[in-house]
């Protein structure tokens, strides 16, 4: 069942029936829908061949057909067409990674320096807080010397009995 139903889908899908499959210069002085009911077809505008697609060389030869003439998989894209294309695509896909990441570096490097400038901010204002603690601990010192009598203007002067 599960067979019936890949060989079904195979069949409808690819266009393609289950008997041999033709040759690609069998379909040449045809269409060039014709041409390319077969993936492994190449038309040739120019000359109106349809030719087995050279695999091996990715893009046809010009000996074989120039560029602005083949057609592969759809009849009104050529391939100096779709390598222009692809190219700027591809050129427009690599600037955009490389103005992000620059953006991406180059946010983080300023919220590292505000959160740098932060902390000097915050560690300026505990010193400032802890010298105003140190005054008033020594003021109320002064102040608790001073009730007792132990002020003296020498520090380093021997207590007197008194």
Request: charged residues 25%.
């Amino acid at each position: 069942m599960l067979d019936c139903l890949l060989v079904y889908l195979w069949t409808n899908v690819s266009g393609q029936t289950s008997g041999p499959t033709q040759n690609c210069a069998s379909k040449s002085n045809t269409s060039c829908e014709e041409c390319l009911k077969n993936v492994t077809c190449l038309w040739c505008r120019s000359n109106l061949q349809c030719l087995d697609y050279p695999v091996r060389t990715i893009l046809p030869s010009k000996s074989l057909c120039s560029l602005p003439e083949a057609r592969w998989g759809l009849c009104w894209v050529n391939f100096q067409a779709l390598i222009i294309t692809i190219s700027v695509i591809a050129g427009v896909i690599i600037i955009a990674v490389m103005v992000c990441c620059y953006r991406c570096c180059r946010t983080k490097k300023t919220m590292d320096t505000k959160a740098d400038a932060a902390m000097e901010k915050q560690a300026d204002a505990r010193k400032v807080r802890q010298e105003e603690r140190k005054n008033e601990m020594r003021l109320r010192h002064d102040e608790i010397r001073s009730k007792y009598g132990l002020n003296k203007e020498n520090p380093y002067a021997r207590f007197e009995d008194n």
